[in-house]
């Protein structure tokens, strides 16, 4: 199993500029999350997904857009990137909501806004 | 309001030692607690996890205790590595908030050799 992939590594973009963050997770898990990390403030909860076809706000999600069309992949999507949405975005996967099983993260994709 | 802290920043100690890292949490609402270990350039990866009607669960070199009259939550490593060396999270479940875990802002734990 590679678990939970994210596409691309890294990535740079100039302001106003749209970009898609890929995620995909082969343990066949119902849920998926995306998270943002930035210095000192851990991990925030940005959209998440209980189902194929279903999405939901997380604590900091102006600014993305996700959708989740099969069950193994989770797209973050940014319209219109700002310099404030420099980070490093993180994908995690779990089998149930959190209190009942654990998330797996990817690797991780490092975004620079210009 | 609910929030999860560690107490402190970075953590260095002595390879071969045992290693305390703390976490406070202030909703006692909270049911599962999970430790985080993220190297670097990595993505934080499960270490241990404990379930509030749980005081203590152990598993290999780790140990999480649960106190949960003071809200207050700990990752012990035993005989530390080099390897050991990351930033460990803890984070929680928020009761009524679906699907959310909870992150504190990390703690750097430093091996020496």
């Known amino acids: 199993n590679a678990g939970v992939t994210q596409t691309p590594k890294f990535r740079v973009l100039k302001t106003g500029q749209s970009m898609t963050l890929l995620c995909a997770q082969d343990?066949?898990?119902?849920?998926m999350y995306w998270y943002r990390q930035d210095p000192g403030m851990g991990l925030r909860l940005i959209h998440y997904?209980?189902?194929?076809?279903?999405?939901a706000k997380g604590e900091v999600p102006d600014g993305y857009n996700v959708s989740r069309l099969k069950k193994q992949n989770f797209l973050l999507g940014l319209e219109s990137a700002a310099p404030s949405q420099t980070s490093v975005y993180f994908c995690?996967?779990?089998?149930?909501?959190?209190?009942?099983?654990?998330?797996?993260f990817g690797p991780g994709t490092r975004l620079l806004v210009l | 309001g609910e929030s999860v802290g560690l107490h402190l920043p970075t953590l260095s100690v002595q390879e071969g030692d045992n290693s305390i890292i703390n976490c406070a949490y202030s909703n006692s609402a909270s049911d599962y607690f999970i430790w985080y270990k993220q190297e670097s350039g990595k993505g934080p990866q499960f270490i241990i996890d404990?379930?509030?009607?749980?005081d203590k669960r152990q598993g290999q070199r780790v140990t999480v205790l649960l106190n949960k009259t003071v809200k207050h939550l700990s990752l012990q490593i035993a005989a530390t590595q080099p390897g050991d060396s990351a930033v460990y999270f803890c984070?929680?479940?928020?009761?009524?908030?679906?699907?959310?875990?909870?992150f504190g802002q990390g703690t750097t734990l430093q091996v020496k050799p």
């Open positions: 984070a929680e479940t928020v009761s009524g908030n679906t699907g959310k875990l909870i």
């Open positions: 343990m066949n898990h119902e849920y």
């Open positions: 404990i379930r509030s009607n749980m």
């Open positions: 997904s209980v189902g194929e076809g279903t999405t």
């Open positions: 995690a996967s779990s089998y149930s909501l959190a209190g009942g099983e654990t998330q797996y």
